[in-house]
């Protein structure tokens, strides 16, 4: 999750930063650009997983017998 607020902080300050947005909207950009990336990250990217898994092992691109 701090990938998300990492992400945002950056995205909005580039913004700014560019000219492309006045520092006044940095804190609106911040909260819909991290609302964004959490949405992927909690509903979007599970799914992809759940469903690109199987090719990635039936394709032996996985890595097998890993150990922590």
Do not use: C, E, H
Request: net charge positive; aromatic share 10%; glycine share 10%.
């Amino acid at each position: 999750m701090l990938n998300n607020l990492v992400g945002a902080g950056w995205g909005a300050s580039t913004l700014a930063l560019g000219g492309i947005a006045s520092w006044n909207d940095v804190p609106s950009i911040f909260v819909g650009w991290l609302i964004g990336n959490l949405i992927v990250t909690i509903a979007i990217a599970p799914l992809l997983l759940r469903y690109i898994t199987p090719f990635i092992q039936k394709a032996r691109l996985d890595v097998r017998k890993y150990r922590v």
